[in-house]
T-cell receptor
Framework: DGGITQSPKYLFRKEGQNVTLSCEQN?????MYWYRQDPGQGLRLIYYSQIVNDFQKGDIAEGYSVSREKKESFPLTVTSAQKNPTAFYLC????????????FGSGTRLTVV | EDQVTQSPEALRLQEGESSSLNCSYT??????LFWYRQDPGKGPEFLFTLYSAGEEKEKERLKATLTKKESFLHITAPKPEDSATYLC?????????????FGTGTRLTVIP
């Protein structure tokens, strides 16, 4: 079945450490997105990419970095510059020019220890 | 500024007790309004897209409607398995390409 796979499901980060969240899709979707979800807040866009080797900052990109070397993959790195990284991270994708909505992965819960 | 407000924040219903969830929005030209269902610890699942005022979409016990200022998600005779958080999102013409503004959701609990 086609879909989006996020890994790991749970991730623990020590202070000062960079961690990378994986997102892979086999839907042949052009656009991919990273969102952060915190209790009581709507999903907030971190980064998005509409084509390979190109990506744009979202509303809360500070302390995060991404790459898009393959159409299927859009990993997110949470750097030590992100001071409050504990959150639920969601990856999504959709076909370009398609308003059928985004397909979301199952999420990664990141906790700072 | 584009904005989405969902109400109520939480809703408890008895099984079979119909109700509606509200999504009020302010957007500079609506490209689409989306409803999602999210179960705890999981990603949102797409339900509906609405494009213009007067449009309606149905899926099982759920029916979404749209006016120029708000959308309603009507749930008829809900079952316990309908318990979830329902998210609304809008996409306006002035925002960055393919960006959505999400509401904070309505957490629905259906009691057997």
């Amino acid at each position: 079945d086609g879909g989006i796979t996020q890994s790991p499901k749970y991730l623990f980060r020590k202070e000062g450490q960079n961690v990378t969240l994986s997102c892979e899709q086999n839907l042949n979707h052009d656009a991919m997105y990273w969102y952060r979800q915190d209790p009581g807040q709507g999903l907030r866009l971190i980064y998005y990419s509409q084509i390979v080797n190109d990506f744009q900052k979202g509303d809360i990109a500070e302390g995060y970095s991404v790459s898009r070397e393959k159409k299927e993959s859009f990993p997110l790195t949470v750097t030590s510059a992100q001071k409050n990284p504990t959150a639920f991270y969601l990856c999504a994708s959709k076909r370009d020019r398609d308003n059928y909505g985004y397909t979301f992965g199952s999420g990664t819960r990141l906790t700072v220890v | 500024e584009d904005q989405v407000t969902q109400s109520p924040e939480a809703l408890r219903l008895q099984e079979g007790e119909s109700s509606s969830l509200n999504c009020s929005y302010t957007v500079s030209g609506l490209r689409g309004l989306f409803w999602y269902r999210q179960d705890p610890g999981k990603g949102p699942e797409f339900l509906f897209t609405l494009y213009s005022a007067g449009e309606e979409k149905e899926k099982e016990r759920l029916k979404a409607t749209l006016t120029k200022k708000e959308s309603f998600l009507h749930i008829t005779a809900p079952k316990p398995e309908d318990s979830a958080t329902y998210l609304c999102a809008v996409q306006g013409v002035k925002v960055g390409a393919n960006n959505l503004f999400f509401g904070t959701g309505t957490r629905l609990t259906v009691i057997p």
